[in-house]
């Protein structure tokens, strides 16, 4: 897939953040040595966290120009959306890089809100917020003697990089782990991409198939459902069968489990495994059919222990799930 | 003759697997045949009490291929009726424990696992009413991974099991997620009418003019039939709203009835979580429901059906 643009020249690669949190390019820099041996194998001409390019600088370059574009963070205003137009039109390959860019991630969450009510928190009510300025808000535009200040849009809500332009790979985690981010360099750089579409730097199936943890039957059933703070929980036996939501069921492996390896559970930062539309109903669907009890009333107060579903099961991918498709149609 | 040299009979068998132990406290009264869903919707030759009867009369072979033997779910809607107190579905157990023992396979269509698609996580075994499935391992290409593997004997068929998998490895015939999701197209309609996808369990209905009712309904109401609501997947009622449908109503028996033991639990679980999640995201207010009829409630599927006509005409006019 990707293309030499000029014949033997060496391939151009471009990292961006948009709605971030800087974790992505952590984990990029965590490279360490392999950073260099890559640099040997492909110039980076656009790394606005690590190195001093301007937007000016990508304006400048061809169509196409780009080899590929590592795209980590959400489309949240008019500036994360118009780089992504941009570095859309000057890439051969636009890869979403991360969460954030795939599913929404966590700045996807303010889903749950409308701009109004996010503004009027973060300007109006937040303790925070100095008296005499509050209640001001941002505004695109400002007069000053030197003329008129300009500052991006903040968009209505939160969209993933795929509902702005199209992407030709997805690359989950939050962040993807430094192992898969060297594989996939590999990958791109050999030519060797696959299917335009493909989620890359992971695997089909979910982290259960990995997680060498103990699985439960039927005898484990779930009367209570209990944080991880309010249990001991065993490192060798399934999170479920002690009674504490793991993602891992609904969430696509790939990122080696450190989580559960630190005895905490999933939280889903790979995204749905192939085939799932929908990872937030796909995980209540199993949750909820492991709770046991005969009593319609007990049953309810079973389910109202988990207190934040909506929460739990899009914790990285609101943006992305049918729940924000239905109240943004 | 010295009465512990008696041949043990097919009867001493039965009863001496537990559950079997109540078998000649039965008086053959025929009341568990008169509550009997299975009898009343699938099979006519099905009858429990002909079943204890056979066995009793050491008819072996006659026990061991009746429907009654194969069919029986443990809904146990028989037991609080026996006037002898029986807990008929454990005896039936019992004659089937002996049957696959001797080799006899059940009647029923059971699930399968798509091995390329399970990740092995064990959901299924933790969920199944009836312990049919296990975890197995397996070696693939040098590898040891683990799979999920299904006893036919013990599938019921209700599907829970399918609506949990996480990766839809799992499939029935006939509700399929695939074949679901082609089910839960209901045609565009004028301004103002709603479009309702009813998922209807297969034995919440006892009465024929409730079950006909559901054939009489325009094209905006599209009726799904399912084996039982443990096969809700709240994937599915999100999909059918995104395409545009008003509302989604899932009918499964009452509690306690259920034909499969655990799913109208399961369902009444997922849908509470699925309307928390909606109402987190602040959509469709009531546009998912659930209803659990009961063997009693005759004519209720009518009301339930209009009530959520009416409740989608009022949220269509206010958005």
């Known amino acids: ?329 | 003759m010295n009465l512990a040299d008696k041949p043990e009979t097919f009867a001493d068998r039965v009863r001496a697997i537990p559950g079997g132990e109540h078998l000649e406290m039965c008086y053959s009264c025929g009341t568990c045949v008169s509550k009997c869903m299975i009898q009343q919707k699938v099979e006519p030759e099905y009858n429990p009490r002909r079943l204890l009867r056979m066995v009793m009369m050491g008819m072996e072979e006659e026990a061991f291929k009746s429907p009654t033997t194969w069919l029986c779910s443990e809904c146990d809607l028989c037991f609080p009726a026996c006037p002898q107190e029986i807990h008929i579905s454990g005896v039936i157990g019992a004659v089937k424990q002996l049957a696959v023992e001797a080799g006899y396979e059940s009647p029923l269509e059971a699930v399968t696992v798509d091995e390329t698609k399970c990740s092995g996580c064990g959901i299924c075994v933790m969920v199944c009413p009836y312990e049919a499935p296990h975890l197995i391992e397996k070696d693939v290409d040098g590898e040891m991974d683990t799979f999920s593997e299904v006893d036919v004997n013990k599938c019921m068929g209700c599907g829970t099991c399918v609506a949990a998998c996480p990766l839809g490895a799992i499939a029935r015939p006939g509700v399929s997620n695939a074949e679901l999701v082609q089910q839960i197209e209901v045609k565009p309609q004028p301004n103002g009418v709603p479009r309702l996808v009813t998922f209807v369990c297969d034995w919440c209905l006892r009465a024929d003019d409730d079950v006909s009712l559901l054939e009489s309904y325009p094209d905006n109401v599209r009726v799904v039939h399912i084996p039982c609501t443990g096969r809700i997947d709240p994937e599915m009622a999100l999909r059918a709203l995104r395409s545009g449908i008003d509302g989604v109503l899932v009918c499964g028996c009452a509690p306690g009835e259920c034909h499969y033991k655990r799913g109208t639990y399961v369902s009444s679980c997922k849908i509470s979580l699925l309307n928390t999640m909606l109402g987190q995201m602040g959509v469709g207010d009531g546009c998912v429901r659930f209803v659990q009829i009961g063997t009693q409630d005759r004519g209720r599927i009518r009301n339930e059906v209009d009530g959520m006509l009416e409740h989608l005409t009022a949220y269509k006019e206010a958005v």
């Open chain 1, 1 to 329: 897939v990707a293309k030499k643009s000029k014949a033997q020249a060496k391939p151009k690669l471009a990292l961006y953040w948009a709605a971030s949190c800087g974790g992505c390019e952590i984990s990029f820099v965590e490279l360490g040595l392999r950073l260099i041996q890559a640099s040997e194998l492909a110039d980076i001409v656009f790394w606005p966290c690590i190195m001093d390019f301007k937007y000016e600088d990508v304006e400048a370059m061809d169509d196409g120009e780009i080899t590929a574009t590592f795209f980590n963070g959400a489309i949240r205003n008019s500036e994360s959306e118009h780089i992504a137009k941009m570095l859309r039109r000057k890439s051969q390959v636009m890869i979403a890089f991360g969460s954030c860019s795939h599913t929404g991630g966590i700045p996807g969450l303010a889903n749950f809100y409308d701009k109004e009510s996010l503004l009027e928190r973060v300007y109006g009510t937040a303790e925070s917020v100095d008296e005499a300025s509050r209640g001001t808000r941002p505004q695109v535009k400002t007069e000053v003697p030197e003329g008129v200040v300009e500052i991006p849009e903040f968009y209505d809500h939160v969209k993933t990089l795929a509902q702005t332009v199209d992407v030709d790979y997805f690359m989950p985690g939050c962040p993807p782990v430094v192992e898969q981010i060297w594989t996939v360099l590999q990958v791109l750089l050999a030519g060797q991409l696959p299917d335009k579409g493909s989620v890359i730097g992971a695997e089909a199936k979910t982290n259960c198939d990995v997680c060498p943890r103990e699985k439960g039957g039927s005898s484990q059933r779930v009367t209570e459902w209990k944080r991880p703070h309010e249990v001991e929980l065993d490192p060798d036996v399934c999170f479920l069968t002690q009674g504490v939501i793991c993602c891992g069921p609904a969430t696509r492996a790939g990122c080696g489990l450190p989580c559960i390896s630190g005895n905490m559970p999933c939280r889903g930062c790979y995204g749905p495994p192939d085939g799932v539309v929908d990872q937030g109903a796909k995980l209540i669907s199993a949750i909820g059919a492991l709770i046991d009890t005969d009593d319609p009333e007990k049953l309810q107060e079973i389910v109202d222990t988990i207190v934040d579903p909506a929460g739990l099961g899009y914790r990285f991918g609101l943006a992305n799930s049918v729940l924000s498709e239905l109240k943004y149609k």
